[in-house]
Structure formats: C-alpha cells, structure tokens
T-cell receptor, first 112, second 113 residues
Framework: LAKTTQPISMDSYEGQEVNITCSHN???????ITWYQQFPSQGPRFIIQ?????VTNEVASLFIPADRKSSTLSLPRVSLSDTAVYYC?????????????WGLGTSLAVNP | DVKVTQSSRYLVKRTGEKVFLECVQD?????MFWYRQDPGLGLRLIYF???????EKGDIPEGYSVSREKKERFSLILESASTNQTSMYLC????????????FGPGTRLTVT
C-alpha cells in the first residue's frame, strides 16, 4: 500500500516558483496522484490530478517521473494568497477496495 | 456552483451523548466521505459511501457509524461521544468513476467536554 511523505513546511517569496514534492514509493499501477490546497477554516480544494508525465492547468503543474514514486506540484509565481497547506493524495482504487492515502500536508508560507 | 454543506460549523457536546453530523451535496455525486482532521495528523478517512445504503470503513472507523438513506445526504454518528473525538470533521463528495475530484464542505468543529 502506498504511503505518502511530503515536507512539513516551506517558505517562499512573492513572485517565486514553488515546488513541493511528495514521495509515494509503493504506488500501484492504477493509482492516481491528486493535490489539494487548504486555507484555515475551510475544507481542502482540488488543485490538480495526474497519472504520469506532466499535467498543467491554469494554476499549477504536476510532474510525475516515469517510475511514479514521487510527484512534484509546481506553483508558478506565487503570491501572498497562496499561503496555505498543500496535501498530496494517492487514490488507490483496486476494484472495490478503494484506499485514499493522504500526506500530512505541507504548510507553505509566502512572504512579501 | 457546486456545494457541500454541513449542518453545523461549531458543536459542543458532552461525553456520552449521541452526536449526529449531517452532510448534504447538491451535485448528484455517488461517492461521499467523512474525514477527521487533527493538527499534525492530516486528513484521516473515517467512512465512505459509494452508493445509497452502501458504506465502507476507512482508516479510523472505531467509535463512529454512518448512514446514507438518500443519495445527497451522508450522516456521521458518534454513538457515545468521548473527549478523544474532539476534532474537525470534514465531509466530501465526488463523482464516478474514481479517482475524481473531491468537493469538501466547510467542516464542523466538534468539542466533546
């Protein structure tokens, strides 16, 4: 069963690119990787999802190497409003035995 | 605008009370989830449901039960609340097939005294 590990915290400055890496060594063939963002007093919000290589949307990119044992969420040109906790999720759907393996979250602080 | 609503933002209950947390989604989603969130422990799945009247245990089901009588509603029940169940409870829903984006409610901060 996959286990997800991510850094507890990161610091950055406005305008920088931020990369947050999640390790999931035992990821299975059918597993997908999803990233969520959470602000205080709110539920998490979906950012991006991928299976392999690179996925890009209007807010982030997700890089997944060929062995899929890690993934990197990339936030381009962060602003103060990107200060939040970011969670990596491995969604393991082996038939009816669905497992959701969440990382403990990375607290990102963006400084002026 | 998609919505997941939870019956209360804050709740205070006494030890031994039976507690009901309600969650409603308006997206016709098949899948619904209950999590608890504690500092340093991230999100932990309590139960999930992939269809009406169906339920599956998550990682920490002990001390909890759930009910899903209608597609849009998923209830979490604490049969006899204890102080170690003081936590933030988050409900989510998602469409099929998995994996699909989970939409979360705002959470219920439950305090058991």
């Amino acid at each position: 069963l996959a286990k997800t590990t991510q850094p507890i915290s990161m610091d950055s400055y406005e305008g920088q690119e931020v990369n947050i890496t999640c390790s999931h060594n035992n990821i299975a063939t059918n597993d997908y990787i999803t990233w969520y963002q959470q602000f205080p007093s709110q539920g998490p919000r979906f950012i991006i999802q991928g299976y392999k290589t690179k996925v890009t949307n209007e807010v982030a990119s997700l890089f997944i190497p060929a062995d899929r044992k890690s993934s990197t969420l990339s936030l381009p040109r962060v602003s103060l409003s990107d200060t939040a906790v970011y969670y990596c999720l491995v969604d393991s759907n082996a038939g009816n035995n669905r497992k959701l393996i969440w990382g403990l979250g990375t607290s990102l602080a963006v400084n002026p | 605008d998609v919505k997941v609503t939870q019956s209360s933002r804050y709740l205070v209950k006494r030890t031994g009370e039976k507690v009901f947390l309600e969650c409603v989604q308006d997206m016709d989603h098949e899948n619904m989830f209950w999590y608890r969130q504690d500092p340093g422990l991230g999100l932990r799945l309590i139960y999930f449901s992939y269809d009406v009247k169906m339920k599956e245990k998550g990682d920490i089901p002990e001390g909890y039960s759930v009910s899903r009588e209608k597609k849009e509603r998923f209830s979490l029940i604490l049969e006899s609340a204890s102080t170690n169940q003081t936590s933030m409870y988050l409900c989510a829903s998602s469409g099929s097939p998995p994996p699909s984006e989970q939409y979360f409610g705002p959470g219920t901060r439950l305090t058991v005294t």
